[in-house]
T-cell receptor, first 116, second 112 residues
Framework: AQSVTQPDIHITVSEGASLELRCNYSYGATPYLFWYVQSPGQGLQLLLKYFSGDTLVQGIKGFEAEFKRSQSSFNLRKPSVHWSDAAEYFCAVGARRGSTLGRLYFGRGTQLTVWP | EPEVTQTPSHQVTQMGQEVILRCVPISNHLYFYWYRQILGQKVEFLVSFYNNEISEKSEIFDDQFSVERPDGSNFTLKIRSTKLEDSAMYFC??????????FGEGSRLTVL
């Protein structure tokens, strides 16, 4: 069965500290992997995606993620967190369906709090 | 920057009432989706829509749900007879062929 696990429900870091949010997935086909961010009252904004190729992908706002097939993981990282990064982060997995993307399976999300 | 817009942002309704949630996808997008998130739970896929028909639907998307693209710009989700468990945030999304989904800000539905 397809699923995504984000083991950390809530993470708190100090501004300027490094960040790693964990994501593990279970998916039968070659996965497409995504990280989305949601600020209060906002929609889901795509941070980055992995379809194929280089397993280290760069995204917006200084985020990066590394796809590790052997560990079924797609962890999100940022070297130095800013207060504006406080939000909820969702990992998602899907696959191509015809000419576009099939359904995405989301994790439960990790709430990030940033201390000044 | 083009964006997906959803209305209403919040709707409160009585159990058994019909609800229509509206979405305006990005104008040159071809594929449209509805997802929902019950409070405290995962974001869940409901349905995808392409070329004026449903291309995929989840087990959640039963006969109480329907989607329509009535006029070439709007994309609607109708819930015929709402239940308490339909209370959730409903997200519309759209994409071209790239597979990058663009989500709206969501419509919060509260069923009393």
């Amino acid at each position: 069965a397809q699923s995504v696990t984000q083991p950390d429900i809530h993470i708190t870091v100090s501004e300027g500290a490094s960040l790693e949010l964990r994501c593990n997935y279970s998916y039968g086909a070659t996965p497409y992997l995504f990280w989305y961010v949601q600020s209060p009252g906002q929609g889901l904004q795509l941070l980055l995606k992995y379809f194929s190729g280089d397993t280290l992908v760069q995204g917006i706002k200084g985020f990066e993620a590394e796809f590790k097939r052997s560990q079924s993981s797609f962890n999100l990282r940022k070297p130095s967190v800013h207060w504006s990064d406080a939000a909820e982060y969702f990992c998602a997995v899907g696959a191509r369906r015809g000419s576009t993307l099939g359904r995405l399976y989301f994790g439960r999300g990790t709430q990030l709090t940033v201390w000044p | 920057e083009p964006e997906v817009t959803q209305t209403p942002s919040h709707q409160v309704t009585q159990m058994g009432q019909e609800v229509i949630l509206r979405c305006v996808p990005i104008s040159n997008h071809l594929y449209f989706y509805w997802y929902r998130q019950i409070l405290g739970q995962k974001v869940e896929f409901l349905v995808s829509f392409y070329n004026n028909e449903i291309s995929e639907k989840s087990e959640i998307f039963d006969d109480q749900f329907s989607v329509e693209r009535p006029d070439g710009s709007n994309f609607t989700l109708k819930i015929r007879s709402t239940k308490l468990e339909d209370s959730a945030m409903y997200f519309c999304a759209s994409t071209r062929e790239t597979g990058e989904l663009f989500f709206g800000e969501g419509s919060r539905l509260t069923v009393l």
